[in-house]
């Protein structure tokens, strides 16, 4: 493969991961990114390389069809998760799966079957996050895991895999990491929240009214 082909994205994807492990949102082993590139490729982070000093030559490409055009990277177990999502959403443009503190910690936690996270702390959360979905668990890197996350990534951008970490899905690299660190943010909020109530402070988060506001604003008024 020619080695400046996508040079541009993959110098992209290779920052994005850089950013993510700065930012705290992952470790050197942990994590991977996928950024479609057209209807036949995507680029993808590789296994067994330092994630927080990654470059571009260091990111692989892989047919759509599941083909590493890249035969010197090992490829991520996660690829083929992120290819059926790709497959699933036409319209994603990047996934970002990551394991940060916070988030990751609330995959082992459920409110009566539900997501614990409270994205209705703040408008922001809610507007861009919407609420979450949870995945049930599966073990990390198998196909039973891709096709149960593709699945639910249909209709959803927000994913918390039970016991294992997050998904999140964008139009671009900058999309899908804004939604995984406001996650985070979120999961911050959410335990500052129960322990505020805990202490006797009342806790108010966005009623529905004005969440279905944020919807009409965000999709239209069909919505």
């Known amino acids: 493969m020619d080695n400046n082909r996508f040079a541009e994205e993959r110098h992209a994807v290779a920052d994005y991961m850089r ?25 993808i982070t590789p296994s067994a390389l330092d994630k927080g000093r990654l470059v571009a030559d260091q990111i692989a490409v892989v047919t759509i069809e599941g083909k590493n055009l890249t035969e010197h990277l090992r490829l991520s ?6 290819r059926l999502i790709l497959i699933s959403r036409p319209d994603a443009g990047a996934v970002v799966h990551a394991h940060p503190p916070y988030a990751s910690a609330f995959t082992a936690i459920r409110d ?6 409270n994205t209705h702390l703040i408008a922001e959360s809610y507007y861009i996050l919407g609420d979450p979905v949870f995945v049930d668990y599966r073990l990390m890197g198998t196909i039973d895991l891709a096709e149960q996350v593709a699945v639910k990534a249909f209709d959803h951008d927000v994913l918390l895999l039970e016991n294992h970490g997050v998904v999140t899905i964008g139009t671009s690299l900058l999309d899908a990491f804004d939604k995984i660190e406001l996650l985070e943010r979120a999961s ?4 500052i929240a129960r322990t505020m109530e805990r202490l006797g402070s009342e806790v108010s988060p966005l009623e529905p009214g004005r969440r279905a506001q944020l919807m009409r604003m965000k999709y239209g008024p069909a919505r």
């Open 188 to 191: 911050e909020m959410t335990v």
């Open 112 to 117: 009566g079957g539900d997501v614990a996270i």
């Open 77 to 82: 177990i996660e690829t083929e998760m992120h």
């Open 19 to 43: 950013r993510l492990y700065d930012r705290g949102l992952t470790t050197p082993s942990g994590g991977n990114i996928s950024l479609r590139v057209d209807k036949n490729h995507f680029l």
